[in-house]
């Protein structure tokens, strides 16, 4: 009779356990879920069990009171917006305990919002999952910090090098009006073709570029956009005498591959790359559906070519963007990617 009702309690508390395991299970939603980067986050969390995935009714979704209501009922809110939209929203959260992971351009520099690239420096994991509020990196700022913050960090690179970079992205990037303009039936010869933007050096992600890899002057950065849904690769050349440090080709990629060791998603490549390489050129997508980036070292001596390869939807928006939920969960940093 003891054996049994033994039995019987471990039996309650096993179900009473389940009980809080599914009770703990936090909400998270998705504000902006039907634009480019919220449909890829949404993807990726859809079939999770770990957390809710709550979804907000067609006919609610431009009620302000609806919205309101469940920005402060769940645990992680994911802004996929335009700026402005992303700061509405944020002033319609009162709820101090609701984390906020926004995907846009609005708080990216903004004092009190971590920065959530979390191989950036090595206490970066500890402030994204102490935080409430988090950034997600750009993708262009993604492959440019990544491949400079570390040189400037480790003092290879000076804070004032007059730093020039240049990146080829898919129009994806551009949002849902570039890819109606990209895969319209009538799409011109014109669109088709590379067309390189934001001329005058005023590209909206230079100020972050800057401030987080803590340069004096911000870079000369011109990206280029092609005639492909997604997939990104960004350029920094450098000259090796104006560097601090002279170092070769083979240095550099040795400081990167330091820094990164162990990392599991950005990965430093072999050096020469030519087995990474199609007959000498540098293909396009290798990373795309992933949340991997890729860091080259080319060149020699005198001058030296860093290059980060990734998926502009992926390492460079909502891959990241789930780390970071990962991170806040404290969960696997990769479930789910």
Not at 54 to 81: A, H, Y
Not at 122 to 129: A, C, K
Not at 130 to 151: D, E, Q, W
Not at 166 to 180: C, D, L, P, R, W
Request: with cysteine.
């Amino acid at each position: 009779m003891l054996i049994f009702f033994e039995l019987f309690l471990h039996g309650m508390t096993k179900a009473a356990g389940g009980r809080r395991d599914n009770q703990m299970k936090k909400t998270v939603f998705i504000d902006g879920q039907h634009g480019t980067v919220g449909l890829r986050i949404h993807k990726r969390l859809k079939d999770r069990t770990d957390i809710d995935l709550i979804e907000i009714s067609v006919g609610k979704r431009k009620d302000p009171k609806t919205k309101q209501k469940l920005l402060n009922e769940v645990d992680i809110v994911f802004l996929c917006l335009p700026d402005n939209a992303a700061r509405e929203s944020v002033s319609l959260i009162t709820n101090k305990s609701v984390c906020v992971i926004d995907g846009s351009t609005a708080h990216r520099i903004t004092e009190g919002w971590i920065y959530g690239l979390p191989e950036l420096r090595e206490e970066q994991r500890t402030l994204i999952r102490n935080s409430k509020r988090i950034v997600v990196p750009g993708c262009h700022a993604t492959g440019f910090i990544s491949m400079l913050y570390p040189l400037v960090f480790k003092g290879v690179i000076a804070p004032d090098y007059p730093v020039t970079s240049y990146a080829v992205v898919g129009y994806s990037g551009g949002g849902k009006s570039m890819i109606v303009d990209y895969e319209s039936e009538d799409a011109s010869n014109e669109i088709k073709n590379p067309r390189p933007y934001s001329l005058v050096a005023d590209h909206k992600h230079i100020p972050e570029m800057t401030k987080i890899v803590g340069l004096v002057h911000p870079p000369s950065f011109t990206p280029t956009v092609v005639n492909i849904y997604n997939g990104e690769i960004l350029f920094i050349p450098l000259i090796v005498r104006y560097l601090k440090k002279e170092l070769s080709a083979t240095d550099i990629r040795a400081v990167l591959f330091e820094y990164y060791a162990g990392e599991r998603f950005i990965k430093v490549m072999p050096y020469p790359s030519d087995d990474y390489l199609h007959n000498g050129f540098m293909t396009f997508s290798d990373c795309n559906g992933t949340n991997n980036l890729e860091i080259f070292v080319f060149g020699g001596r005198d001058r030296i070519l860093l290059s980060a390869r990734f998926d502009n939807l992926g390492k460079g928006s909502s891959g990241t963007a789930v780390q970071n939920m990962n991170l806040v969960l404290g969960v696997n940093e990769a479930t789910g990617l």
